[in-house]
């Protein structure tokens, strides 16, 4: 009952991060980080209830939580990274940008090791 109270409170904090943080970057941290955890607790609290109370250890239980850990961080990931490398901006409190620098060097290098044409 614990895990399934914790894993809908961090779910109601996750809807209201989506909500009122400012832009895409924040929700999707919100969503990421917030609704894993409430839906693993929530499959957690599921598997430890039938393996208990029933006697049955469920593959299927286990494999969502597993499909759930390692997806879900992994997709916040490629939808900040997307919506960087499509020009949204940050909000107006944001401080700093540290994947811009990353990018930036990342161009800087290709440019130096780009051959030079000899026609040119």
């Not at 109270?5 to 009122?20: H, K, V």
């Not at 490629?78 to 499509?86: G, K």
């Amino acid at each position: 009952m614990i895990l399934v109270l914790f894993g809908t409170a961090m779910s109601l904090l996750s809807s209201f991060g989506l909500i009122r943080l400012p832009d895409v970057y924040n929700r999707a941290h919100a969503t990421t980080k917030s609704a894993t955890l409430g839906i693993l607790s929530i499959l957690s609290a599921a598997f430890i209830y039938f393996s208990f109370t029933h006697g049955v250890s469920s593959v299927r239980l286990l494999l969502a939580i597993v499909f759930v850990f390692l997806t879900a961080p992994v997709a916040g990931h490629l939808v900040t990274r997307s919506a960087h490398r499509y020009g949204t901006p940050l909000a107006s409190i944001s401080v700093q940008d540290d994947l811009q620098e990353i990018i930036e060097q990342q161009i800087l290098e290709d440019e130096k090791e780009r051959p030079v044409d000899a026609d040119n």
